[in-house]
T-cell receptor, first 110, second 112 residues
Framework: GQNIDQPTEMTATEGAIVQINCTYQ??????LFWYQQHAGEAPTFLSYNVLDGLEEKGRFSSFLSRSKGYSYLLLKELQMKDSASYLC???????????FGAGTTVTVRA | EAQVTQNPRYLITVTGKKLTVTCSQN?????MSWYRQDPGLGLRQIYYSMNVEVTDKGDVPEGYKVSRKEKRNFPLILESPSPNQTSLYFC???????????FGDGTRLSIL
């Protein structure tokens, strides 16, 4: 499957900003997803980028650069409830086979 | 309410005893998929289905079977479970490859 890399863990303080990077192989790429997963729960959809640039949704924004095989998820004004794992995922060439990164565990401290 | 329903939520069983994990969605989605999630490895796709009677292997299909006889159902079958299939399993559905996936609540399988 697609090789998708993201950091394992990040820690930040309540109210701060954290940026989670994701890199992937560019061949056969057709859009990239970000999901949030709280411990013991199912992943939930955060964002989908298919064109280059930044998409903002409230406190969360996602950026994509297709030529660089790079994306990031930006979490602003961090709250304790944002402590979770954040998963980067991309469709591969046939558009239906989906590969996930191993996830980045974000811990928000008071 | 739009949802993906998996059953059972938890199962402890023994090596070699066939089991089926059911998955049903009520959103009329064409695309369904099964994943397993293991610590440090993230979500890995087992099988996926693009429509009724159309299924294909994901990254880790060995030891698993699926079927898609109806649009709403996509069961995962372990014909002869082994301890290395102990994991957390998620079923998901979506309206297409560029649409968000809706995940079930997960099934925690322990194979002794």
């Amino acid at each position: 499957g697609q090789n998708i890399d993201q950091p394992t863990e990040m820690t930040a303080t309540e109210g701060a900003i954290v940026q989670i990077n994701c890199t992937y192989q560019t061949s056969g790429f057709n859009g990239l997803f970000w999901y949030q997963q709280h411990a013991g729960e199912a992943p939930t959809f955060l964002s989908y980028n298919v064109l280059d640039g930044l998409e903002e949704k409230g406190r969360f924004s996602s950026f994509l650069s297709r030529s660089k095989g790079y994306s990031y998820l930006l979490l602003k004004e961090l709250q304790m409830k944002d402590s979770a794992s954040y998963l980067c995922a991309g469709p591969v060439s046939n558009d239906y086979k989906l590969s996930f990164g191993a996830g980045t565990t974000v811990t928000v401290r008071a | 309410e739009a949802q993906v329903t998996q059953n059972p939520r938890y199962l402890i069983t023994v090596t070699g005893k066939k089991l089926t994990v059911t998955c049903s969605q009520n959103m009329n989605h064409e695309y369904m998929s099964w994943y397993r999630q293991d610590p440090g490895l993230g979500l890995r796709q087992i099988y996926y289905s693009m429509n009724v009677e159309v299924t294909d292997k994901g990254d880790v299909p060995e030891g698993y079977k699926v079927s898609r006889k109806e649009k709403r159902n996509f069961p995962l079958i372990l014909e002869s479970p082994s301890p290395n299939q102990t994991s957390l399993y998620f079923c998901a559905s979506s309206g297409g490859s560029n649409q968000p996936q809706h995940f079930g609540d997960g099934t925690r399988l322990s194979i002794l």
